[in-house]
């Protein structure tokens, strides 16, 4: 592929695209709503090869890509009242992540989501609710939504901070898998201009991002075919599968 002089080559390490590869699918699977929780593992593996800024630099043209596909394909799914409870809170995080950017390392946000990822799923698994126990506090909510949308600035991680509000609620695997993608539209659309204001995004980023662009629709459709088709069961396994891998993966990168 040949680039516009205005564009910096992209990254050529042959490494960093060992790891891009399934970071990008993992991600636009995950935006289907399958798998929630895994897309939270592209920054740390991208991390590997390059560096945390600079992965989520890479990233936010394909978010872009990806969240217009998904909510393309859930628009008439959508809770658009439990979105409305969400996108305030969410936003606040956002902003919070761009004041805090610089004070706090990825790492370090790292390793407490995935440190609150894991106590959450140990509590469901050793503590499991009544079927008949109240769903979580809107309080709760909001400072989880807040957590999910500063975490989402930090390394594209906001998905564990929101599960933990959204799976108790029990919604229908399509309602659930569209309210995220409307949410998470939002929140990264919201992140352009912080980002920019930053100094992440340069020409180098977005011409790597060009390059791994036809992957993006790639895992989303994957995603959307399953989710369409698996039962509520097993989606939910598979969630908590994808929490339980990203939180590991979260606190070996944040303690380790």
Known sequence: ??????????????????????????????????????????????????TVPRAAAVLMPLLFVMDVLGIAAFRRDLDRRLLAFLVPPALVGVVLG????????????????????????????????????????????W?????????SFISHAG????????????????????????LFFLVNLAKWIPYAWLGLLDAR???????????APLGVWAGVHVARRIDPTWFYRCVYGGMFLTGLKLVWDGFF
């Open 205 to 215: 980023s977005f011409s790597t991002s060009l390059l791994l662009m036809p992957l």
């Open 1 to 50: 592929m040949s680039f516009p002089e205005f564009l910096a080559p992209p990254i050529a390490d042959p490494a960093f695209y060992l790891v891009a590869v399934p970071a990008v699918l993992l991600l636009g699977i995950s935006k289907s709503g399958f798998g929630a929780g895994f897309g939270s593992l592209a920054v740390p593996l991208m991390s590997l090869a390059i």
């Open 159 to 182: 998905g564990p901070p929101i599960n933990a509000y959204l799976l108790p609620l029990k919604l229908r695997p399509i309602v659930f898998t569209a309210t995220m993608a409307y």
């Open 98 to 141: 761009a004041l805090l950017f610089h004070a706090l390392s990825a790492a370090t946000v790292a390793g407490v989501v995935g440190v609150c990822t894991l106590l959450f799923l140990a509590q469901r698994l050793l503590f499991p609710p009544r079927p008949d126990a109240p769903p979580p506090s809107r309080a709760a909510g």
């Open 143 to 151: 400072v989880l939504t807040v957590l999910s949308g500063f975490t």
